[in-house]
């Protein structure tokens, strides 16, 4: 009965990700039970001595926390997370993005970190476990980003208040500064390669069916509409500067469209036009209200159940 609950509450990419999180995760602590602190699973974590031995762990190692810390704030995010997005893309296109960030990161991450290591001569850098659940932290901030960039979030009454726009430059900005007071390239470099990825494939890869009455972002299903598939997100709410703060887009603009114009020229990625661009502006529209439409019915629903509540004790005191 528990678990019938417990699975009708959760979206169908969400059980699938949080089962492989708590598989891998579980088998961890399982299979270390008897080892010495810091020993580490080579063919379920990624090491860079090891990864080549082992190239599935650039996917499992994605699902593999060693702490509950991690454990508990990985969970958190992938509940949260998927059951959003699920309810724009479907849940295959979750999935895909969770190990196409992750696994393209993973891989990125441990070429960068063995290269550092040979040159520094740094044996023991190459045994310690990288992955974890960066990839898709970092990745689902871009998606945000995305999907609500306007929207504001208020913590505190108030005293904090932000746009969901700079999510992505703050964790960058933090994984900058762990790792420079930590004197270690972790989590930067998986943070910035999960940043770059997850944008990249955004920007000029993600397809999705759209037609010219209603773009909608769902790759799930065509229903009995004419529907054309598009690729990628032209919006002009999503230029790679627009992560970055006003003084900063200038230089950045010009370095950013130099590495455009010679990507096209290159033909690793299609040039946008005007259409593309308009399309990609009305995507946004809406889902901007579709995500505006979500809100205003988990507001209603959280002030039923309050009323629900108050009912019950109004009752129970009136008995007494």
Known sequence: MIRAVLLGLLSRSTQIVVGLLVLISGALVVLKIGLEPGSSIP?????????????????????????????????SVLILSTKYVEKFWGYKEVLKFIFLVGTVTNFSTV???????VLRNDVLGMNLPLGGGISYYMGFLVVLKQVIPEHNVVLFKGLVNFRVKHFPFIALVSATLWSVIFKSFYPLLPSFF?????????????????????PTTNTATTGSRDLTIIRGDASDAFQFVKFFPEIMRPPLLIVIDRIYDISVLLSLIAPFDDDAIELSNLRLQSMSKQAEKMTQKGTSDADRRRQIALQVIEERANQQ
């Open 194 to 214: 999960a940043f770059t990825v997850s944008y990249n494939y955004l920007r000029f890869f993600q397809s999705f069916y759209a037609d010219s009455l209603l």
């Open 111 to 117: 070429i960068v970190v063995i290269i550092i290591n």
């Open 43 to 75: 063919y379920l974590q990624l090491l860079p001595k090891y990864a080549i031995f082992y190239p599935w762990v650039f996917a499992t190692a994605i699902f593999a926390e060693i702490s509950l810390l991690g454990f508990i704030t990985s969970l």
